[in-house]
């Protein structure tokens, strides 16, 4: 399975942009996906989560009102729309897939993409 992120870019403080993580075949087993982002010079941080079935979310505090993630089973893919972007949401944002199939538990990461909000 690959997650393939895509969307990133360079934008002013108060834009929008919209992350996609396209897998590349259904993930059988997938129990939740979400996304996380690794600011420069720090550790990998949740930025929002998504559960199979219900579709439980969780966003991280610093998101809340401005981020929004979502699925679309049909095009295996996974989004996060952010609006009013802020500087302190530079970093790389990861896709990221867990779940269990027959054999074991999983736990796939796409490549990352860069966001980079200036002030």
């Known amino acids: 399975v690959q997650l393939v992120e895509s969307g990133g870019g360079l934008v002013q403080a108060g834009d929008s942009l919209r992350l996609s993580c396209a897998a590349s075949e259904i993930i059988f087993g997938l129990k939740t996906m979400g996304w996380y982002r690794q600011p420069p010079g720090e550790q990998r941080e949740l930025v929002a989560t998504?559960?199979?079935?219900?579709?439980?979310?969780n966003y991280a505090d610093s998101v809340k009102g401005r981020f929004t993630i979502s699925r679309d089973r049909a095009k295996n893919t996974m989004y996060l729309q952010m609006n009013s972007l802020k500087p302190e949401d530079t970093a790389v944002y990861y896709c990221n897939a867990r779940g269990r199939d027959f054999l074991s538990n999983f736990d796939y990461w796409g490549q990352g993409t860069q966001v980079t909000v200036s002030s």
């Open positions: 998504i559960t199979t079935g219900v579709g439980s979310i």
